[in-house]
């Protein structure tokens, strides 16, 4: 790979693009903080932002800081080209200056040396204390090698399908498309297979040998065609056979009739024939296409009809065969998945930034990229906020920020489709009440609750149809065993009694808060229980507490807030411990990182979120008591303010990192007011982005997405509103979502994901947890049900609750994760594999070989002749 040279970046000469004159007049634009800005992200994809050392210090066993940087490789190669340095870093400190010095040298090395190839530049900051090293993977030629090293599967082109004679599997059409809302086609769905140059280039020159053998093929049965001559049509039936010469064969033969049409009506005919011919054989194969055909009432219909299928641009000319590619041109996702993975075979940028050499790295953004998803996507406009969240923005998402980010805001916009039905539903509960009598209004809310149990296992078993229906479209399937193995990974470990104990103290853990959560809300309860005794008896004693003493009707009060700062101390104990024990469980990928983790935050959230609303619906009457209906009207109240509480702090945290990067702006104004008038006083594209927070992953919004998803289904017996609301908030937490990705925070680096990892579990957790809510709702607070005796209560809440969690499984039975279509894919992939790599046009040229008798005496011994009779 080539050797670039790091080369400094001068403002002027990067603003507009980075390639123009200085002269030219620098493009600008406003952030929405309304700093200019020049522009000058140019093609640069990646920034990483080093930090200058300002002041003198000394750090600490600097050995240990290299080791945890970068990888054994590169320790190796730099003993030997700098023995000097590596001798002075083995010692038990060093100048930061100096390490820093080196550390910026072996990056700068690394980024442009023969192993990886990459364009560099850099620049320093305004302030002058931070260094932005721009970087990009510019050169073809290394992009094809690293691409092959790095075993990266890249989709096939859909004409590498047609060569072969072979049909670009498509996904299913959507509910738009088929009724014509949705005017763009169905995407081909290629198979993804490991890049390969040799492999690309055999392909390219096998087509063509393969158009030249079609030429003469077609030539060689024109050259005795006799359309009632046995022979003639058995020549067809072999071509047929060969799937990939017959493709060109019937290109040529379009063409040629074109030309002939005209021109020499015998050699039209004589075509025209030929081509019925073939078609009457191949749609033999295609009953979809025989039945087509059929359908039209005449030959000369039939006949024009299969020209259309044939000819462009619903084929390939047939010029079109010899430039054929094998795989589609690389991504900008591919290129930039490219470098952050060819990257961590020499370095660990986090190590980087934890130890304080970088203050972040990011993805680069780009202004026309931005623009162009702001449009329809990450728009704060009024009628964006009420604009249908349909797919139509999925693969865009997807090409810019990478599967992670797409598959939460797939799931976002389709959770929020789903939601018309139950909004819907919810109108129809509420309103029950004024136009039915009270049995009929009981009768339509316990159907209601029934509806919604099976509306959110049809949520969750649709939605996997969905993801699987995307892993396929977007090379996926199967990545979350194949992806970059993080660096604090130990191979020896696993499986170890130290992994194992490490592991089995994390669910411990959960255990524990999950455990004093319930405990102490419990003993708080009955000590509000006591106190609240104490003050019905009249009692004028105080108690103490801590350095004072308080009387119990204060006591009483007090302990409705214990329950909530209990619950806030916990959370704040599980944020503060779980990530660290996470960390030293050896997981091997990121995404199983993330899995576990979230599989044990999801335990702990649960009882931070719904115990309160739970022990309003079930516990408190039984402890305290409530008066007629108080307790239910108190869920529905809390279950409202819960609902608009939670867009209000989506919203908030969006300002709070508005509001981050508002403050390192006015400080760098503040900096720049002190600088002379004839230095650069402008911010620069890429350095505003770097004053931008970083995007904290999907988690927490996928936690609040599934809380939500949890109180709908599981209060909506109590609340039906609820679904109508979170159908409301959803539409705008989507268009805040996504402005805060394109205009609030820096670019994440594209992050590969299967599905949408340990939260389809969730989900379906919360489905039977649902069924069982619903039903002890109903026989809680129904006042039909409140009349029973507890013991008929608790028979009738067994029954009912069996029976809704074995329909709801066998609804969820109903719904596979993989569609006929998908099937169809994944079986077109399989056959892809081998053909499109065959040669299978191509004669066996073995070595000629002879049938040789085993046994002595019986040469003349064959099947069709007759033994000789004994005499």
């Known amino acids: 790979m080539p050797k670039n040279e790091v080369e400094p970046l001068l403002q002027d000469a990067e603003a ?119 970087f990009k993977c510019d050169n073809e030629d290394t992009t094809q090698q690293l691409a092959e090293r790095m075993e990266m599967k890249v989709p096939l082109t859909p004409e590498a399908y047609t060569v072969k004679g072979m049909e670009c599997p498509t996904v299913e059409q959507t509910f738009g498309q088929w009724i014509g809302w949705n005017t763009k086609q169905p995407p081909f769905a290629p198979l993804h297979m490991r890049y390969d140059v040799s492999t690309a280039a055999t392909f390219n020159a096998t087509t063509k040998q393969r158009v030249r053998k079609s030429r003469e093929t077609l030539d060689r049965i024109l050259s005795g065609w006799n359309p009632n001559d046995g022979i003639s049509h058995g020549r067809i039936r072999r071509l047929m056979r060969l ?128 623009e162009k998803l702001s449009e329809n996507w990450g728009s704060l406009r009024p009628a964006a906020f009420v604009q249908w969240p349909g797919i139509q923005m999925d693969d865009d998402i997807r090409d810019y920020f990478g599967e992670e980010v797409a598959f939460f805001f797939n799931w976002l916009s389709y959770m929020t489709r789903m939601l018309v039905f139950p909004a819907l539903l919810s109108i129809v509960n509420s309103t029950a009440a004024y136009f039915l009598d009270g049995k009929s209004a009981e009768h339509i809310e316990e159907l209601s609750a029934f509806a919604i149990c099976c509306w959110v296992a049809y949520l969750t078993a649709s939605y996997a149809r969905v993801c699987t229906t995307n892993n396929i479209l977007w090379g996926m399937t199967g990545y979350n065993d194949k992806g970059l193995q993080r660096p604090s990974y130990e191979p020896l470990d696993r499986g170890s009694l130290k992994e194992t104990a490490i592991r089995l103290l994390h669910w411990v853990l ?48 007090i302990g409705l807030y214990l329950v909530t700062l209990n619950i806030k101390i916990m959370n704040f104990v599980w944020s503060s411990v779980s990530p660290k024990i996470a960390e030293k469980e050896n997981w091997r990928t990121d995404q199983k990182l993330k899995n576990a983790q979230v599989s044990k935050t999801f335990m702990v959230k649960c009882v931070v979120y719904y115990y309160p609303f739970f022990y309003l619906a079930f516990v408190r009457d039984w402890v305290e008591g409530c008066e007629g209906d108080e307790c239910v009207h108190e869920l529905k109240s809390n279950l409202a303010v819960f609902i608009i509480t939670h867009i209000f702090t989506v919203i908030a945290n969006v300002l709070v990192q508005i509001a981050m990067t508002w403050w390192s702006e006015y400080k760098l104004k503040q900096k720049l007011a002190e600088v002379p008038k004839d230095e650069e006083r402008k911010l620069s594209y890429v350095e505003a982005q770097a004053m931008r927070p970083a995007y904290s992953g999907d988690t927490d919004d996928y936690m609040e997405l599934s809380i939500s998803l949890g109180f709908i289904s599981m209060f909506s017996v109590v609340f039906p509103l609820c679904a109508l609301m979170s159908l409301v908030t959803n539409l705008v937490e989507l268009r805040v979502l996504a402005f805060r990705m394109l205009r609030v925070v820096r670019r994440p680096l594209p992050r590969g994901q299967e599905g949408i990892g340990a939260w389809r579990g969730i989900m379906q957790n919360i489905t039977y947890l649902a069924c069982i809510t619903s039903v002890g709702l109903l026989v809680c607070t129904t006042p039909r049900a409140r009349t029973m005796k507890s013991l008929d209560q608790l028979k009738w809440f067994t029954i009912f609750e069996h029976m809704m969690i074995a329909f709801v499984y066998f609804l969820e039975s109903l719904v596979p994760e993989k569609s006929l279509a998908n099937e169809r894919i994944l079986e077109a992939h399989d056959a892809a594999e081998s053909k499109i790599f065959a040669a299978d046009s191509t004669p066996v040229k073995a070595t000629k070989t002879n049938v040789t008798c085993l046994k002595p005496g019986c040469d003349d011994v064959t099947p069709g002749r007759l033994p000789v009779a004994k005499s």
């Not at 190669?77 to 060093?94: L, M, Q, R």
């Not at 009739?257 to 005209?262: A, I, R």
């Not at 009506?265 to 025209?272: D, G, L, M, N």
């Not at 009692?539 to 009387?551: A, H």
């Open 16 to 134: 507009g693009g980075g390639g123009g004159s200085s002269a030219d007049a620098p493009s600008t634009h406003k952030t929405i903080l309304g700093t200019e800005v020049v522009q000058d992200d140019a093609d640069w994809q990646y920034c990483i932002v080093f930090n200058r050392v300002m002041t003198e210090s000394q750090v600490q066993k600097p050995m240990d800081i290299l080791q945890d940087i970068f990888t054994d490789r590169v320790q190796e190669n730099w003993a030997d080209s700098n023995p000097t340095f590596w001798e002075h870093a083995n010692g038990d400190t060093i100048d930061r200056s100096i390490l820093a010095k080196n550390v910026w040298e072996k990056v700068t090395e690394i980024l442009s040396g023969a192993s990886c190839g990459f364009t560099l530049g850099y620049k320093p900051t305004l302030d002058k204390e931070k260094i932005l090293l721009l």
């Open 510 to 557: 959960v255990l524990i808060v999950v455990g004093w959560t319930v405990f102490a809300a419990a003993q708080i309860s009955a000590f509000r229980q006591w106190a609240l005794r104490k003050v019905e008896e009249k009692s004028e004693e105080k108690m103490s507490l801590l350095i004072t003493s308080i009387d119990y009707q204060t006591a009483s009060k």
């Open 243 to 370: 799937e990939d010469i017959r493709s060109a064969v019937f290109a040529m033969l379009v063409e040629e009739m074109e030309e002939y049409e005209l021109k020499d009506p015998v050699e039209f005919k004589k075509r025209q024939e030929i081509f019925t011919a073939m078609n009457v054989v191949f749609e033999k194969e295609k009953k979809d296409r025989a039945a087509s055909m059929a359908a039209l009432s005449t030959d000369a219909e039939r006949f024009q009809a299969r020209k259309r299928l044939w000819s462009y641009p619903e084929y390939l000319r047939v010029e079109q065969f010899n430039d054929v590619k094998l795989y589609q041109d690389f991504s900008q996702l591919m290129i930039l998945r490219l470098i952050k993975h060819r990257i961590a075979y020499f370095m660990d940028l986090a190590a980087l930034e934890k130890h304080g050499f970088i203050d972040s790295v990011f993805a680069v953004h780009h202004k026309h990229e931005t």
